[in-house]
């Protein structure tokens, strides 16, 4: 999604009453009408800096749509919630994911830094059964955290 895309997410989402926005976004996330807006829903979530997001998004991660499962991965990245962790170590374990979404997955995981997170990419950095891409890639985002 360019920056056409993340600035009528933002115009969309500015626009909504202040007293019921977040609830009404929700709400959008869960049309399984209008995958389009479930995506606008999905981003403006994760860039509300809003706890009562967290929830949709972690359901969103178990979606059918894998690019409704991205977006709310990478709300969840941008959120950085302990609560997320579970969710996320899920799709980082799941072999039949799409790549893309283990890696948005790892990243998440390394963004909120919590002990369980930092510990499951580590076992899956030694874990040499794993894809090696996707180990190269969480062995990046371990050094960039440096704190493991």
């Not at 949709?56 to 919630?81: F, T, Y």
């Not at 998440?108 to 996707?134: C, P, Q, V």
Request: charged share 35%.
């Amino acid at each position: 999604m360019g920056m056409i895309a993340v600035s009528k997410v933002d115009e969309w989402y500015s626009s909504l009453p202040e007293t019921d926005r977040i609830y009404r976004i929700i709400e959008k996330t869960m049309d399984d009408r209008s995958p389009k807006e479930r995506i606008w829903a999905l981003m403006a979530l994760g860039n509300s800096g809003d706890p009562r997001a967290v929830r949709s998004l972690v359901d969103c991660c178990k979606d059918q749509d894998p690019e409704i499962r991205l977006r709310a991965i990478e709300g969840l990245h941008n959120l950085r919630s302990g609560r997320a962790v579970e969710v996320l170590i899920d799709r980082l374990r799941d072999k039949e994911e799409l790549p893309e979404i283990r890696q948005r997955a790892a990243a998440a995981l390394a963004a909120i830094r919590s002990y369980s997170a930092m510990k499951e990419l580590r076992i899956r950095n030694a874990d040499t059964d794993e894809d090696g891409a996707l180990r190269s890639f969480i062995g990046g985002e371990l050094d960039r955290v440096q704190i493991w």
